[in-house]
């Protein structure tokens, strides 16, 4: 065995004296770029995981369809995070551990906060959907990461502070929100945005102190019963996905959709429409990456690709908004890759600072300060309607996130 393991490094000494080390380099080069993707694939997180995969799917397809990236086919490696931090940790060692060091992931703020600390050892780098929690780009800000969304204070600010001016009879507001930092996030910047409409306005408008919930558990009545106990007209709800409908569902089993004249919701609107059809809550509104079909969402030439990719590719019409969150985290790293002209993580990193480049919303920016990017956003109105099939987006509200967007302050906790 010694002899053969001998003869065998004799063997590759020569062919790399005969090939030359740059010619294998160069081999090595035309195979893949390989982008690992890690998300919830099982567990409470999948249906939103399966859309956040769709995206990245459908972007990578377009890219591949024009030559790929620097003249390679582009690859996507699929680890499941189990929408849990352990999960996600497990995920990005395990990429790393196989050479793939660009990665799209950190779904969420508890995902995203447990990985971002260990790019520098994996020699990775990653951009972020949809996490929220402000630290992420302050005071836990990591060169290595790079959060392609919105965060706390532009998404929950901008509910509230819109649906404080759009819902004018609404005197007092309910939140209930995770039992965590993103969800104290929450709470606070909501709370921000409505007081800030409010004054402007002249009026006075409260907002309760939250209701804190887990969002792994099923059973929801305790926090149901002090939000139908409290004196507010409006609630936002700080849960998402099956969590958020869970709730709703529960909720409306005890008239919860009718004692609010309006319900603002975190971000996972239409998956809320599919699950409860008919007996969605009447005046509901998100916070929404993308509203394909409405007349602000023709607006932007990459928007109708996106929505007749993810068709082909899923069968499904109704594409939830964050399948333009992923698709924009993959076009963010392709056209940083392709700038770079290079695949090395630090290569990347740089060209991905700074940044502009077009996405299905418009125009997108990424702030080389701390690392945050910053586009339009929009609070839609989802809920039932005639067409097929029986539910949508049915009025949306655009708003520019550099207009509410927090100074960058990397390495420092937000100051207000």
Not at 63 to 85: C, Q, Y
Not at 308 to 329: A, E, F
Request: with cysteine; aromatic share 8%; hydrophobic share 45%.
């Amino acid at each position: 065995m010694a002899m053969r393991r001998r003869h065998f490094m004799r063997a590759t000494a020569a062919a790399a004296g005969v090939l030359g080390w740059p010619a294998l380099n160069a081999r090595a080069q035309s195979g893949p770029v390989r982008i690992g993707v890690m998300l919830p694939m099982s567990g409470i997180g999948a249906e939103a995981g399966a859309a956040w995969l769709a995206g990245a799917k459908v972007a990578t397809e377009q890219w591949n369809a024009k030559g790929g990236v620097l003249k390679r086919p582009i690859e996507l490696v699929v680890r499941d995070d189990k929408f849990t931090s352990a999960g996600a940790v497990a995920a990005a060692r395990e990429l790393a551990g196989s050479g793939v060091n660009l990665l799209i992931g950190g779904s969420q703020s508890p995902m995203a906060l447990a990985t971002a600390p260990i790019l520098p050892e994996l020699k990775a780098m990653m951009v972020a959907p949809c996490p929220t929690v402000m630290s992420l780009t302050h005071e836990n800000f990591s060169r290595n990461f790079f959060r392609l969304s919105w965060n706390a204070y532009i998404a929950f600010a901008g509910i509230g502070n819109m649906l404080t001016e759009r819902f004018a009879e609404v005197k007092s507001w309910s939140c209930i929100v995770p039992d965590s930092e993103n969800g104290r996030d929450m709470a606070r910047f909501f709370t921000l945005g409505v007081q800030r409409a409010a004054a402007k306005a002249g009026r006075e408008v409260n907002v309760l102190p939250p209701v804190f919930a887990s969002l792994n558990k099923a059973d929801y009545r305790v926090e149901i019963n002090s939000l139908m106990n409290a004196s507010s007209q409006g609630l936002f709800v700080g849960l998402t996905a099956a969590p958020c409908i869970s709730l709703l569902q529960q909720g409306r089993s005890v008239g919860m959709d009718r004692k609010f004249k309006v319900i603002g919701d975190a971000g996972t609107e239409l998956m809320i429409a599919k699950a409860m059809q008919k007996s969605t809550p009447a005046n509901l509104w998100s916070i929404s990456y993308w509203v394909p079909g409405t007349e602000a969402g023709k607006r932007n030439p990459l928007s109708a690709p996106l929505y007749d990719g993810y068709v082909k590719l899923t069968g499904d019409r109704n594409p939830p908004s964050i399948v333009q969150s992923s698709h924009r985290c993959a076009l963010g790293l392709f056209h940083a890759i392709q700038k770079a002209g290079d695949t090395q993580t630090d290569a990347v990193i740089a060209a991905l600072e700074g940044l502009t480049f077009d996405t299905a919303v418009g125009s997108y920016h990424v702030r080389k300060e701390d690392h945050q990017g910053l586009g339009t956003a929009y609070i839609a109105k989802v809920g039932a309607r005639d067409a097929d099939p029986g539910y949508g987006i049915v009025d949306a509200m655009a708003y520019n996130e550099a207009d509410v967007a927090e100074p960058p302050s990397a390495g420092k906790a937000i100051a207000l």
